[in-house]
C-alpha cells in the first residue's frame, strides 16, 4: 500500500450541506409556510366576511341537504370501493399467472390521475342515456329504469377512481406477507377461508382504517364529479357548495363556514385512522413477489377469480375505450380546423406552463419536509411537518386559493398572477401523494449502509449524490410525472381563477361539454389523455439509470 | 493507544448492563470471542459511534471520543457481510473511503488500482458487488480500510465464511497492516484466526 496515499487522504473532508440544520430547517420552514398558507387562506375568508352563525347548517334546509348528501356519498363509496377492492386485491394475489395481470396493475396505478372531466366524459359513454352499456341494458330489461345523474354516478364514478387504488394497496400488503407464510400455507393445503383467517385478515386489518379515511376524504372533497354528474340541491357536496358561495353568491362567510366543517370532518376522520395504527402507504409500491402456488387459486375459485378480474378489467377499460373510441373523429377533426385546433395547443401550452412548474415544485418541496422530518420526528417540528404533509387532503382547494387570492389581492392584478397561484395550489394539493412516493426510497436506506456512510463521511450532498439518487431516480421521475399529472387534469382551482377566453385543457373540456359539443369534448378528453401518457413516458425516459459506471479505472496501471 | 475507560452500555429492557474497561497498543490485536449476544458486536459498534453508551469514556491518545460522530472517529470497520454499497462498482466504493465525494487525485485513483493488484482483484474494479463472490467482496472491503489508513481498524467477523485461500490473504493484509502500527480490534469465533492475529484474547 503506498505510505503517501495513506498518509495524504484527509480524514473528514467538509461534505456539502453536511450540517444538520440544513436537513433540518428548510423543510420546516417551508412545512410551516404551507400550515401558514392554509390557515392564512381560511383566516383571509373570516376576515373578509361576516361569519354566519353556526346553527344555519342544521337551520338551512339546502345546507343541510348538502351535509347530509356529502357525508352520505362518501360513506357509500367508501363501502363499495372496498366491497370491490378486497375480492379484487384477494383475486389478483391468487392469481399470479393472470393474462395482462401487470397491464391491470398499471391501469390501476393510472387511477390516481385520470384526469376526473376525462373519467367522467368515458362514464357518460358508457352508463350514460346513450351509454353502450345502458343502450345494452335498455334492450334486455326495459322495465329497468337507470339513471346516471345523482347519486349513481356520482358513487360510480368514485368506485371508478379508488376501487384501483384500494385495491392496489390491499394487494401490496398482501404480497409484503412474509414469503415463507405463503409457502407454509401452500404446503399445508389450507382452503381459501383459512388463507383468510390465518394470513388475510391480520394482514389487511390495520391497513383498512387508512384506506377508508383516504377514500372518503377523496369523496368527501370530490368537486369534478359533482359538478358534472351531480349539482341541483339533491345532489351537491360541501366542495361544491363552497366553490358556489364563492363564484356565484359571492358570500366568503359561508364558504370559510362550510370550509372550516369540511376541514373538522376529514381532520377526524384521518384522526381517527391514525389512532388506529394507520401505517399504509397511500401510493402502492411496486414491488415484485414471488410466486407461490396455492390450492385457494385453482378449481373453482380460480375459475371464479378469473371472471371478476375479467369483469374489473372492463369495469376500468370500458371508460377509457369511450374516451379514446368516441375522441378520435372528435379530436382529428378539432386538429385539421385551423381555429379550434390552435385553441387546444394553447390551452396544452398554458397547461403544461401550469403543471410543469406545479410537479416540480411539489417533488421539491416532498423532499425538503422529508428531510426535515427524517431528522427529527419527535416534538412539535415532527408534529409541524407530519400535519402540512396531510393538510392538502382536508383543507379545499378553492378555499385556499381564494384566500390566498384575497390576501394576495393588493398585489395580483392579471390573470396570468392568478395563474400562478393555481400552480401554487396544485402543487400543494399533490403534496401528500407526492410525500407517499418519495418517502420509501429516501428511508429505504438499511442500517449497514448507514453505518458505512457514517464512518466514511459520506454526509449532506455526497449522501443524497451517492446513495441517495441512485434509488431514488426513478421514484422521482414517478413523482414527477405523478404530480405534473394531476395538475395537468386539475379541475378544481382553475375553475375559479381560469379565465373563459384562455382556458386550460380541462377547462376547454368543461367548456364543450357545458355547450353540448359532445364530438370536441370527447376529443379533447382523449388529448387530456394523450398528453398525460406522452409526460409519463417522458418522465420514465428520464427516470432510467445511467449505464455507464461511476468511476474509470486508469489503463495505465 | 486506545483507552476504554468504565465504559457501559445496556438495550432498552436489558437488566444486566455491559461493562468494558480495556486499553489496546498500537500495532497490537485484541481478539474477543464469546457466545452469540455476549457483545461483541455491541463493543465495535459503540467504538465506531454506531451506539452510544450509558457512561464511560472511549480515548484515543489521551483525546475523547466519546461525543464524536463515526466520521469524527480515527476507525474504520469491516463486518462480516454488506461492507459494500451494492450499487456502486468496486472502484466507486473504494474510492468513497477516500473522499467521500469522489474527488481523487490521480494518485489516490493509483493507489486504489495498485491495492486491487495486490489483492489479487486487479481488472475487477468496474465490476459491482453483485458480481463478486465472499472473498472478494471481503478483500474490497479491507483494501478500501487499509487505503484509508484510520490507525484503529473494527473487525466483526470479517473472515467468517471464506475459503482457505481467501482467507490466507486477508490474514496477510491484516497482519501487514499491524506491522505498519494499526491497532485491530477482532471479533471472531474462529481459533485459528485469533491465534494467527491476536496479541491478546479477551474472553466475553
Known amino acids: 500500500m503506498p505510505e503517501s496515499i495513506r498518509s495524504s487522504t484527509p480524514r473528514h473532508p467538509d461534505a456539502p450541506f453536511s450540517n444538520p440544520g440544513w436537513q433540518l430547517w428548510p423543510g420546516l420552514l417551508l412545512a410551516s409556510l404551507l400550515l401558514i398558507l392554509a390557515g392564512g387562506g381560511l383566516g383571509a375568508l373570516f376576515w373578509q366576511a361576516e361569519l354566519p352563525r353556526v346553527a344555519v347548517l342544521w337551520e338551512n334546509r339546502y345546507l343541510r341537504n348538502v351535509l347530509s348528501f356529502t357525508l352520505w356519498q362518501a360513506t357509500l363509496s367508501v363501502a363499495l370501493s372496498l366491497l370491490l377492492a378486497l375480492p379484487v386485491a384477494r383475486a389478483l394475489a391468487r392469481q399470479p399467472c393472470f393474462p395482462g395481470r401487470s397491464l391491470l396493475l398499471r391501469l390501476m396505478e393510472l387511477s390516481l390521475v385520470v384526469p376526473t372531466i376525462v373519467a367522467v366524459s368515458g362514464v357518460v359513454g358508457v352508463y350514460g342515456r346513450q351509454g353502450w352499456l345502458t343502450t345494452l341494458v335498455n334492450d334486455w330489461a326495459p322495465a329497468l329504469s337507470w339513471n346516471l345523474y345523482g347519486i349513481n354516478g356520482i358513487v360510480l364514478t368514485h368506485v371508478f377512481f379508488n376501487a384501483p387504488l384500494a385495491a392496489r394497496i390491499l394487494l401490496q400488503t398482501l404480497e409484503n406477507v412474509p414469503q415463507p407464510q405463503w409457502r407454509i400455507a401452500s404446503q399445508l393445503g389450507l382452503s381459501s377461508g383459512w388463507v383468510w383467517r390465518a394470513l388475510e385478515w391480520p394482514a389487511l386489518r390495520p391497513v383498512l382504517p387508512g384506506i377508508a379515511a383516504l377514500i372518503f376524504t377523496l369523496c368527501f372533497t370530490s368537486f369534478a364529479i359533482i359538478m358534472t354528474l351531480g349539482g341541483g340541491p339533491a345532489a351537491t357536496t360541501l366542495e361544491v357548495a363552497i366553490y358556489q358561495s364563492l363564484r356565484f353568491d359571492f358570500d366568503f362567510g359561508r364558504a370559510a363556514l362550510l370550509a372550516t366543517v369540511q376541514l373538522l370532518i376529514c381532520g377526524s376522520v384521518w384522526w381517527l385512522a391514525s389512532r388506529r395504527g394507520m401505517t399504509h402507504a397511500l401510493v402502492p409500491g411496486r414491488q415484485v ?269 | 493507544m486506545l483507552e476504554v475507560r468504565d465504559l457501559i452500555f445496556a438495550y432498552p429492557g436489558q437488566l444486566r448492563p455491559w461493562h468494558f474497561d480495556f486499553s489496546v497498543a498500537p500495532g497490537t490485536c485484541l481478539a474477543i470471542h464469546g457466545a452469540s449476544g455476549s457483545g461483541k458486536s455491541t463493543l465495535l459498534n459503540l467504538l465506531a459511534g454506531f451506539l452510544e453508551p450509558l457512561s464511560g469514556d472511549i480515548r484515543w491518545q489521551g483525546e475523547s471520543l466519546v461525543h464524536r460522530r463515526p466520521w469524527q472517529r480515527p476507525m474504520t470497520s469491516v463486518f462480516q457481510e454488506h461492507n459494500l454499497f451494492e450499487h456502486l462498482d468496486v472502484m466507486t466504493n473504494i474510492g468513497l473511503g477516500l473522499h467521500p465525494g469522489l474527488k481523487l487525485t490521480a494518485e489516490q485513483q493509483l493507489a486504489i488500482t495498485q491495492g486491487l493488484q495486490e489483492v489479487g482483484l486487479a481488472g475487477l474494479g468496474k465490476r459491482m458487488p453483485a458480481e463478486l463472490s465472499g472473498g472478494q467482496r471481503q478483500r474490497v472491503a479491507l483494501l478500501r480500510a487499509m487505503l484509508r489508513s484510520e490507525p484503529v481498524l473494527l473487525l466483526d467477523e470479517p473472515l467468517t465464511g471464506l475459503d482457505d485461500e481467501a482467507r490466507q490473504l486477508m490474514r496477510k493484509m491484516l497482519l501487514k497492516s499491524k506491522a505498519a502500527g494499526s491497532i485491530l480490534i477482532l471479533a471472531s469465533h474462529d481459533e485459528e484466526d485469533r491465534s494467527v492475529l491476536a496479541d491478546n484474547v479477551w474472553n466475553l
Open chain 1, 289 to 557: 413477489a414471488e410466486q407461490v402456488p396455492r390450492k385457494d387459486g385453482s378449481g373453482l375459485r380460480g375459475l371464479w377469480d378469473r371472471l371478476l378480474l375479467l369483469t374489473f378489467t372492463l369495469f376500468l377499460i370500458a371508460p377509457l375505450a369511450a374516451v379514446a373510441l368516441r375522441g378520435l373523429p372528435g379530436l382529428v377533426s378539432t386538429l385539421t380546423q385551423s381555429g379550434s385546433g390552435g385553441r387546444l395547443w394553447d390551452a396544452t401550452l398554458l397547461s403544461l406552463a401550469i403543471a410543469i412548474p406545479a410537479g416540480a415544485s411539489s417533488v421539491l418541496a416532498a423532499l425538503l419536509v422529508l428531510a426535515s422530518n427524517g431528522s427529527t420526528q419527535k416534538g412539535i417540528p415532527g408534529q409541524i411537518s407530519a400535519t402540512a404533509a396531510y393538510l392538502p387532503l382536508m383543507v379545499p382547494p378553492l378555499v385556499l386559493g381564494t384566500g390566498l387570492f384575497l390576501l394576495l389581492r393588493p398585489q395580483l392584478g392579471v390573470t396570468s398572477e392568478g395563474l400562478i397561484l393555481v400552480g401554487l395550489i396544485n402543487s400543494i394539493m399533490a403534496l401528500p401523494f407526492v410525500l407517499q412516493m418519495l418517502r420509501g426510497p429516501l428511508r429505504g436506506l438499511d442500517i449497514a449502509s448507514i453505518h458505512q456512510a457514517d464512518q466514511l463521511g459520506i454526509l449532506g450532498w455526497y449522501r443524497w449524490r451517492w446513495l441517495h439518487w441512485p434509488r431514488m431516480r426513478r421514484p422521482f421521475a414517478l413523482a414527477m410525472a405523478y404530480a405534473t399529472g394531476l395538475s395537468l387534469g386539475d379541475f378544481g382551482v382553475i375553475a375559479l381563477f381560469g379565465s373563459p377566453e384562455e382556458p386550460t385543457i380541462p377547462v376547454l373540456l368543461y367548456q364543450q361539454l357545458g355547450s353540448y359539443q359532445m364530438a370536441a369534448a370527447a376529443g379533447t378528453g382523449l388529448w387530456l389523455i394523450t398528453v398525460l401518457l406522452a409526460v409519463f413516458a417522458l418522465f420514465n425516459l428520464l427516470g432510467r439509470p445511467p449505464a455507464t459506471a461511476h468511476l474509470r479505472e486508469p489503463e495505465h496501471a
